[in-house]
Every structure is written in structure tokens, then in C-alpha cells.
């Protein structure tokens, strides 16, 4: 059997098989601002309670502080049905972005079924669950039931050899990715990131592979359990957990192998992720903002591979870099480590931990006309702002050269 | 159901569908105003009730974000017809009563064509050539779903 048939089989009490359509107990249900819109469906469903408040985990990411007196009110309306229901598992707008807390909280075990109000919440198979994203209004029926109608996704298992070089990571790998398969590539499939370039990444990067999978169509994204996901669960969570991996002649409908030596820093052009090239393939085209930050690349190693780039050296005056620490656990650590003094003395802005401009709506949105390069996961039209603005889409390092240069530049060359 | 077509291509994302600085708003008559906005300004004011989006491959890739098949039934939308859908963009869909059929119907309509759609029988007619051809229905559950204005009062069944 796949992960994804062995979790699912779990989850329903019966051997699930690709193309199934089975109703699974949820083991754990995500949601940010958009609780606003579950609750009203969850209140309009007539449920008294809901199903088990220690499986829900709430807090606010997308707007925070609250950027329209709308979205106070709707961080309102969910601070009070939180209280009303005392729901147990509620991080306001103190922690950062939910794909960063639940796993750092400890909320996310392996082989759990996750689902969450947000697309990336694929995030969370890099931890080894199997993990999606859902609407609001089916949220609200598993607040008031615990189970969702899931069909049952075929397997693409992508095992990737050779060896990144330095700074090519885990962001590069997945761009590449979505590049080759396209936006609708793996449409409805688990897939299954293996092979020796997986084993060595840190689970940040498999939270950035996973997180992104979900751009070329994959219901699911996983990374499977080894001593880095044991560690990383030390200390976070006390409870106890059984890795949950596919079987050696489980059903994969297809296997990509893929020799990533070699590899440069990619790039992807506006306006879809999919739009993917080699980062030597675009230098000079310049840029008023850079942005790291966001749920894909907003962690301590994506900041620290920035100031590696940047340490010591001042950004021009003609860019705006701003620094959105994906959570405060990272943004402490920055803080603590000198980090994020030395992205200020560069000439970052440091916002708040939170999905900052990435989603278009507030902290640094882009004029018509305007251009960014940014860590985050989307470059659709009007997405950070205008709908006449571009974002391009790169790794920590391709960003921070970039701010350096004023124009999408390789990190290889300004490093060197 | 019947409508006129409006026809768009391949992977209309949800940004564009409804861009993310209207989001805040949970009045979705006010944000059905913005619909297609950063895609095709004249949608939000020249659609009517009942029109169907006929689209290309992905349709409604992206985010999660419910307030996309949301803008598009409150700015009148009977059904979309595409190749593909996303598969939030289609859960969500069908979980708040939009009718979606994945269907490749780009062929036969063009814009402003009639189109009649019967979701039980999967049958779609272009009123204006003639031009009749089957799809797979939905599966029975979902047709439910969907006859009963969405998951909501499907849910609903249960708790009253």
C-alpha cells in the first residue's frame, strides 16, 4: 500500500484504494482568519458542539495586526466563539503563520490526517502526515461531525539524486519541480519526495518542498519520518508516533527520477509558478521589492541564508527588502542570534511574524508598474497588489542577491 | 439550467477569480462585484443571472479560499464548465451549490453562445450552433449535495 492508502485506510476503517471515495475521521483541523467564514457555516449547520475541541487549532496569520477594521471584525467574531466553545488550541496573533506553528507546537504527528482552511497546508507532510488543504464550508462540517468525503489519491513519487550545491536548496528543487510537471502536473495525487537530495535536507526544506507541492495540483505532499523529523519532534511533542511510509511494491502510478546535480537557483517568471527558469537564464531584470518571508521559505535557515548574502553589505536605496519572520519562535531566534540586526543593517524592513504581503493584503503591496522577487509560493496576477505588478519567485539566497543588486541576480555570483 | 457563455482559458487562479484585497469582506453580494476583476473587468458588470463560465485546463488553481466559487454564484454564475478544475476550487464548488462540470465544452461555445446544461442526465446543448454532447455526471452523492444548495443544509439534515 501507498502512505496515502495506509493513512486513509486508517482513518475510515477500511482498505482504501486510489479512486475510492471514503469518509475519513479527521485527526486534526487547521484554520486561520478564514475561521470567521467556518464558524458561520458551523452555526448555520446547527451542530451544538463541535466534535473534539483538542483537534482544532486556530490563530490569526493572514491580516495581522488587523489591517481593516473587516478583518478586526472578523478576528472578533472568532476570539468569541473561541471563548463561548472553549476550544483549547488558540494562538490569536502572537505565533506567526500556521504551517510554522503547528508543527513547531508540536500539533503535527506523523501519519496523522490534517486537513486545514488554507492551500499549503500540504506543509505538513514534511513532517511525514498527510496533510490538506480544505474550504471553509466543508471545515464547518468537520467541526460539527469530524469526518470529510475524501477521494482516495493516486501515488507520483519523485526520487531525487546527486548532489545541490550551495546556495541551491530545497526552494530550487521545487521550483524545478513545478517547472517540469506544470501547475496542473500532479493534479490530485499524493507525492512522495524520496532519494538521497530528500535525506539530506533539513525538515525546513522538506516543509518548503511539501508547502509547495501543492503548486503543480498535489492533493497531498509528503517527506517520509528519519532520525532529522525525531529530532525535530523532541521537546515539541510528548506523545507517542508510528512513522507511516508506502510499502516497497505499494501501487505508484509513476516514478520520476531525477539527477539534480548541477541544479542552479530557479526562478519563476509572472504571472504562473509553473513559469520556471534557470536563474542565470534572467539577471539584470530589476526590481523594486524583495520579500522574504511566507509559510514556503520564512524560516530561520531561509533568513540566515539571506544574511549570508547580505552580511555586512547595504542594499540600494531603489529596493525595499522586507523581512517576514514565519513565526516568533524564528523571529526570536533571529533576534537572539544577530540575524536579524544584521538584515536591518543591510536595509531590511522586519515586520511582524504572519503571511505579511505575500497573499496581496497589506505590508508592501506593489503599484502598477512595479516588480518583486520574493521567497513566497504564488505569482499570480495581482497577487501581491496591482494587477499590473510582477512577482518572480526564488530561493532566500536569489532574493537577497537581488535586493543587493537592485535586479534579479545569481547568488552564486554575488556570493563569490 | 441555461445562460450565456463567458469563455476563459487555462489555469484562471482564484487570485484573479477574487483577488485577495477584497477577502476581508464577508458580504459576499459586495464581493461578487469584484469577480474576474484582474482577469476580465467587464465579467462583474455584465454578467447575468444564470451565465456559465465555459474555461480550459485547472480551473480555480491556487488558494483554498471558499469566497472564489463564492463570488462567482453570487455574481449570478449557474455552472462552470473546464477541462480541469483544482481540486479545493471543485470541493468548494459543490459544497456551497455551484454546479461544476468537467467537461471540455471549449470547442463548442463560443462567448456569448446559450448554453443548456442538464447535470443529471450530462447532457450540454449550444443553443445558439445546435451542438449537443454528453459529460459523465457527477456522482450521485455530490448531485445531492448540490440539489440541496450545498453542504450546509446537506449537513444540516443531520443536526435537525
Same mark, same amino acid.
Given at each position: 500500500? #501507498?502512505?496515502?492508502?495506509?493513512?486513509?485506510?486508517?482513518?475510515?476503517?477500511?482498505?482504501?484504494?486510489?479512486?475510492?471515495?471514503?469518509?475519513?475521521?479527521?485527526?486534526?483541523?487547521?484554520?486561520?482568519?478564514?475561521?470567521?467564514? *467556518?464558524?458561520?457555516?458551523?452555526?448555520?449547520?446547527?451542530?451544538?458542539?463541535?466534535?473534539?475541541?483538542?483537534?482544532?487549532?486556530?490563530?490569526?496569520?493572514?491580516?495581522?495586526?488587523?489591517?481593516?477594521?473587516?478583518?478586526?471584525?472578523?478576528?472578533? =467574531?472568532?476570539?468569541?466563539?473561541?471563548?463561548?466553545?472553549?476550544?483549547?488550541? !488558540?494562538?490569536?496573533?502572537?505565533?506567526?503563520?500556521?504551517?510554522?506553528?503547528?508543527?513547531?507546537?508540536?500539533?503535527?504527528?506523523? @501519519?496523522?490526517?490534517?486537513?486545514?482552511?488554507?492551500?499549503?497546508?500540504?506543509?505538513?507532510?514534511?513532517?511525514?502526515?498527510?496533510?490538506?488543504?480544505?474550504?471553509?464550508?466543508?471545515?464547518?462540517?468537520?467541526?460539527?461531525?469530524?469526518?470529510?468525503?475524501?477521494?482516495?489519491?493516486?501515488?507520483?513519487?519523485?526520487?531525487?539524486?546527486?548532489?545541490?550545491?550551495?546556495?541551491?536548496?530545497?526552494?530550487?528543487?521545487?521550483?524545478?519541480?513545478?517547472?517540469?510537471?506544470? %501547475?496542473?502536473?500532479?493534479?490530485?495525487?499524493?507525492?512522495?519526495?524520496?532519494?538521497?537530495?530528500?535525506?539530506?535536507?533539513?525538515?525546513?526544506?522538506?516543509?518548503?518542498?511539501?508547502?509547495? =507541492?501543492?503548486?503543480?495540483?498535489?492533493?497531498?505532499?509528503?517527506?517520509?519520518?528519519?532520525?532529522?523529523?525525531?529530532?525535530?519532534?523532541?521537546?515539541?511533542?510528548?506523545?507517542?508516533?508510528?512513522?507511516?511510509?508506502?510499502?516497497?511494491?505499494?501501487?505508484?502510478?509513476?516514478?520520476?527520477?531525477?539527477?539534480? #546535480?548541477?541544479?542552479?537557483?530557479?526562478?519563476?517568471?509572472?504571472?504562473? *509558478?509553473?513559469?520556471?527558469?534557470?536563474?542565470?537564464?534572467?539577471?539584470?531584470?530589476?526590481?523594486?521589492?524583495?520579500?522574504?518571508?511566507?509559510?514556503?521559505? @520564512?524560516?530561520?535557515?531561509?533568513?540566515?541564508?539571506?544574511?549570508?548574502?547580505?552580511?555586512?553589505?547595504?542594499?540600494?536605496?531603489?529596493?525595499?527588502?522586507?523581512?517576514?519572520?514565519?513565526?516568533? &519562535?524564528?523571529?526570536?531566534?533571529?533576534?537572539?542570534?544577530?540575524?536579524?540586526?544584521?538584515?536591518?543593517?543591510?536595509?531590511?524592513?522586519?515586520?511582524?511574524?504572519?503571511?505579511?504581503?505575500?497573499?496581496?493584503?497589506?505590508?508592501?503591496?506593489?503599484?502598477?508598474?512595479?516588480?518583486?522577487?520574493?521567497?513566497?509560493? $504564488?505569482?499570480?496576477?495581482?497577487?501581491?497588489?496591482?494587477?499590473?505588478?510582477?512577482?518572480?519567485?526564488?530561493?532566500?539566497?536569489?532574493?537577497?542577491?537581488?535586493?543587493?543588486?537592485?535586479?534579479?541576480?545569481?547568488?552564486?555570483?554575488?556570493? %563569490? | 439550467?441555461?445562460?450565456?457563455?463567458?469563455?476563459?482559458?487555462?489555469?484562471?487562479?482564484?487570485?484573479?477569480?477574487?483577488?485577495?484585497?477584497?477577502?476581508?469582506?464577508?458580504?459576499?453580494?459586495?464581493?461578487?462585484?469584484?469577480?474576474?476583476?484582474?482577469?476580465?473587468?467587464?465579467? %462583474?458588470?455584465?454578467?447575468?443571472?444564470?451565465?456559465?463560465?465555459?474555461?480550459?485546463?485547472?480551473?480555480?488553481?491556487?488558494?483554498?479560499?471558499?469566497? %472564489?466559487?463564492?463570488?462567482?454564484?453570487?455574481?449570478? *454564475?449557474?455552472?462552470?464548465?473546464?477541462?480541469?478544475?483544482?481540486?479545493? !476550487?471543485? $470541493?468548494?464548488?459543490?459544497?456551497?451549490?455551484?454546479?461544476?462540470?468537467?467537461?471540455?465544452?471549449?470547442?463548442?461555445?463560443?462567448?456569448?453562445?446559450?448554453?443548456?446544461?442538464?447535470?443529471?442526465?450530462?447532457?450540454?446543448?449550444?443553443?445558439? =450552433?445546435? $451542438?449537443?454532447?454528453?459529460?459523465?455526471?457527477?456522482?450521485?452523492?455530490?448531485?445531492?449535495?448540490?440539489? &440541496?444548495?450545498?453542504?450546509?443544509?446537506?449537513?444540516?439534515?443531520?443536526?435537525?
Amino acid at each position: 500500500m #501507498t502512505f496515502a492508502q495506509k493513512v486513509l485506510s486508517r482513518a475510515s476503517g477500511k482498505e482504501a484504494y486510489p479512486g475510492d471515495i471514503v469518509s475519513a475521521k479527521i485527526d486534526l483541523a487547521m484554520s486561520h482568519e478564514n475561521a470567521a467564514l *467556518v464558524l458561520r457555516s458551523f452555526k448555520e449547520i446547527g451542530a451544538k458542539e463541535v466534535w473534539d475541541p483538542e483537534k482544532i487549532v486556530l490563530l490569526f496569520d493572514h491580516r495581522i495586526p488587523a489591517n481593516t477594521t473587516k478583518a478586526a471584525e472578523g478576528h472578533q =467574531s472568532v476570539r468569541n466563539f473561541v471563548r463561548s466553545e472553549m476550544l483549547p488550541n !488558540f494562538y490569536d496573533l502572537r505565533e506567526g503563520i500556521c504551517h510554522q506553528v503547528l508543527p513547531e507546537k508540536g500539533h503535527v504527528l506523523p @501519519g496523522m490526517l490534517i486537513v486545514g482552511t488554507d492551500s499549503h497546508t500540504t506543509t505538513y507532510g514534511a513532517l511525514g502526515a498527510f496533510s490538506t488543504g480544505i474550504g471553509a464550508t466543508e471545515m464547518a462540517a468537520v467541526w460539527a461531525t469530524g469526518e470529510l468525503w475524501m477521494k482516495v489519491p493516486k501515488t507520483f513519487r519523485f526520487n531525487l539524486t546527486g548532489k545541490l550545491n550551495d546556495p541551491v536548496t530545497a526552494k530550487d528543487v521545487i521550483l524545478h519541480l513545478i517547472g517540469k510537471m506544470g %501547475a496542473d502536473g500532479c493534479d490530485y495525487r499524493c507525492t512522495e519526495f524520496v532519494g538521497p537530495v530528500v535525506d539530506a535536507m533539513s525538515i525546513s526544506g522538506r516543509m518548503t518542498m511539501c508547502n509547495m =507541492s501543492m503548486e503543480m495540483g498535489a492533493k497531498a505532499g509528503v517527506t517520509f519520518p528519519d532520525d532529522r523529523t525525531r529530532d525535530y519532534l523532541k521537546g515539541r511533542t510528548s506523545k507517542e508516533w508510528v512513522p507511516v511510509t508506502s510499502d516497497k511494491d505499494a501501487d505508484v502510478e509513476k516514478v520520476f527520477d531525477m539527477d539534480l #546535480t548541477g541544479l542552479s537557483p530557479q526562478v519563476a517568471y509572472p504571472h504562473s *509558478v509553473d513559469n520556471v527558469k534557470p536563474v542565470e537564464e534572467m539577471t539584470g531584470i530589476p526590481v523594486d521589492q524583495a520579500v522574504i518571508g511566507s509559510c514556503t521559505n @520564512g524560516r530561520a535557515e531561509d533568513l540566515l541564508a539571506a544574511e549570508q548574502i547580505l552580511h555586512g553589505r547595504h542594499i540600494p536605496d531603489s529596493v525595499r527588502l522586507i523581512v517576514v519572520p514565519a513565526s516568533r &519562535e524564528v523571529y526570536l531566534w533571529a533576534a537572539d542570534s544577530g540575524i536579524l540586526a544584521s538584515l536591518v543593517r543591510s536595509g531590511a524592513i522586519v515586520t511582524n511574524p504572519g503571511c505579511g504581503p505575500c497573499l496581496g493584503a497589506h505590508q508592501g503591496l506593489l503599484a502598477p508598474g512595479e516588480r518583486c522577487i520574493a521567497t513566497t509560493n $504564488r505569482n499570480f496576477r495581482g497577487r501581491m497588489g496591482s494587477p499590473e505588478s510582477e512577482v518572480y519567485l526564488a530561493s532566500p539566497a536569489t532574493v537577497a542577491a537581488s535586493a543587493l543588486k537592485g535586479q534579479i541576480a545569481d547568488p552564486r555570483e554575488v556570493r %563569490a | 439550467m441555461k445562460g450565456k457563455v463567458w469563455k476563459y482559458g487555462d489555469h484562471v487562479n482564484t487570485d484573479v477569480i477574487i483577488p485577495g484585497r477584497y477577502l476581508d469582506d464577508y458580504d459576499f453580494k459586495n464581493m461578487a462585484k469584484h469577480a474576474m476583476e484582474d482577469l476580465d473587468p467587464r465579467f %462583474a458588470k455584465d454578467v447575468s443571472y444564470g451565465d456559465i463560465i465555459v474555461a480550459g485546463r485547472n480551473f480555480g488553481c491556487g488558494s483554498s479560499r471558499e469566497q %472564489a466559487p463564492l463570488a462567482l454564484k453570487h455574481a449570478g *454564475v449557474g455552472a462552470v464548465v473546464a477541462i480541469s478544475f483544482a481540486r479545493i !476550487f471543485y $470541493r468548494n464548488a459543490i459544497n456551497i451549490g455551484l454546479p461544476v462540470i468537467e467537461f471540455d465544452a471549449t470547442g463548442m461555445f463560443e462567448k456569448g453562445d446559450v448554453a443548456l446544461i442538464n447535470m443529471e442526465k450530462g447532457v450540454i446543448i449550444n443553443e445558439t =450552433s445546435g $451542438r449537443t454532447s454528453r459529460f459523465e455526471p457527477l456522482p450521485g452523492f455530490l448531485l445531492e449535495i448540490l440539489k &440541496e444548495g450545498g453542504l450546509v443544509p446537506h449537513s444540516a439534515k443531520r443536526f435537525h
